[in-house]
């Protein structure tokens, strides 16, 4: 299983970028994805977080109304689409993928309950 994250980069306040997570080696549709953050220090939190099908999803409230989630399942691929970027948002993000084959609840929330992780990607909002 491999989960290539890329679209992290440097940007100023305000600005937007777009993350991608590429999923190769697991049946895609079969799993959440989620998004978490790591800040030098701290434990990985979660961003946001979306359901195998894309019906249902989480988002952080320091995120709310500024990111989305999204998935493309023929892709294999799940995006986070980042706006007014904001400082604090400066961190590594990973993707992530829970296994979901017959799961009807809403999204993960908690690292521990994701079986694979991508490599991460800086993302750096300048002030």
């Known amino acids: 299983v491999q989960l290539q994250a890329s679209g992290g980069g440097f940007v100023q306040a305000g600005g937007s970028l777009r993350l991608s997570c590429a999923a190769s080696?697991?049946?895609?549709?079969?799993?959440?994805m989620g998004w978490f953050r790591q800040f030098p220090g701290k434990e990985r939190e979660v961003v946001a977080a979306?359901?195998?099908?894309?019906?249902?999803?989480y988002y952080a409230d320091s995120v709310k109304g500024r990111f989305t989630i999204s998935r493309d399942n023929a892709k294999r691929t799940v995006y986070l689409q980042m706006n007014s970027l904001e400082p604090e948002d400066t961190a590594v993000y990973y993707c992530?993928?829970?296994?979901?084959?017959?799961?009807?609840?809403?999204?993960?929330?908690?690292?521990?309950?994701?079986?694979?992780w991508g490599q991460g990607t800086q993302v750096t909002v300048s002030s």
């Open positions: 979306i359901t195998w099908n894309g019906g249902n999803s």
């Open positions: 080696g697991l049946t895609f549709s079969n799993y959440g």
């Open positions: 992530a993928a829970d296994l979901q084959r017959g799961y009807i609840g809403g999204p993960k929330t908690r690292k521990d309950e994701y079986d694979f």
